[in-house]
């Protein structure tokens, strides 16, 4: 089955500054990957994803990259909020299952 | 996107109990799924439900133990039967599928149930 990894487990930044988290997959029939928010005692709700015929989509602040030569893909946030503070999910799709990534606790100062 | 309710929001059980948690989605969808997450930690499937046929079960999760219903396209239950303190966690459900062709892989998330066994 796929294995997805997620680094860092933990990511302190400044507000304003950048923050980048990233994934990498053992599948290469993955197809999808979306990356969720989830904030304390709240439900993952999506933010971004690619498809693998995607090498890059950008929302606003947030960006994610696809390279799947190197089977990896990461979360770009730039202009970093303290809102943006919680833990960040990725996931791969294939073979109708999501595999998660084991979650980057992101923690911005202000 | 689909909106999604789960009861109950909580509970506090008895070990040996059994709990069962109701999902409801405002439309008609084909896959939809039951996770456990426990605190700190990342989302585990325990099980795909599809309508009209057996669900599928991830390993490490047995239907004796987690029972699945799923009667309809919009509905899907999952109980917790006989409950240990190592069961104390948060169930979501989710569906896949958004409304539109590129949205069609999307997953969404029921708010979650927080289930304390004591």
């Known amino acids: 089955g796929e294995n997805v990894e997620q680094h860092p487990s933990t990511l302190s930044v400044q507000e304003g500054d950048s923050a980048v988290i990233k994934c990498t997959y053992s599948d290469s029939a993955s197809n999808y990957f979306p990356w969720y928010k989830q904030e304390l005692g709240k439900r993952p709700q999506l933010i971004i994803d690619i498809r693998s015929n995607v090498g890059e989509k950008k929302d606003q602040r947030i960006a994610v990259t696809l390279n799947k030569t190197a089977k990896h893909f990461s979360l770009h946030i730039t202009e970093t909020q303290p809102e943006d503070s919680a833990v960040y999910f990725c996931?791969?799709?294939?073979?109708?299952?999501?595999?998660f990534g084991s979650g980057t606790k992101l923690n911005v100062k202000p | 996107s689909a909106v999604i309710s789960q009861k109950p929001s909580r509970d506090i059980c008895q070990r040996g109990t059994s709990l069962t948690i109701q999902c409801q989605v405002d439309?008609?969808?084909?896959?939809m799924f039951w996770y456990r997450q426990q605190p700190g930690q990342s989302l585990t499937l325990i099980a795909t439900a599809n309508q009209g046929s057996e669900a599928t079960y991830e390993s490490g999760f047995v239907i004796d133990k987690f029972p699945i219903s799923r009667p309809n396209l919009t509905f899907s239950t999952l109980t917790v039967s006989n409950m240990s303190p190592e069961d104390s966690s948060i169930y979501l459900c989710s569906v896949e599928g958004g409304t539109s062709l590129s949205s069609y892989n999307e997953q969404f998330f029921g708010p979650g149930t927080r289930l304390t066994v004591l």
């Open positions: 439309s008609q969808v084909t896959m």
């Open positions: 996931a791969a799709y294939n073979f109708n299952k999501f595999y």
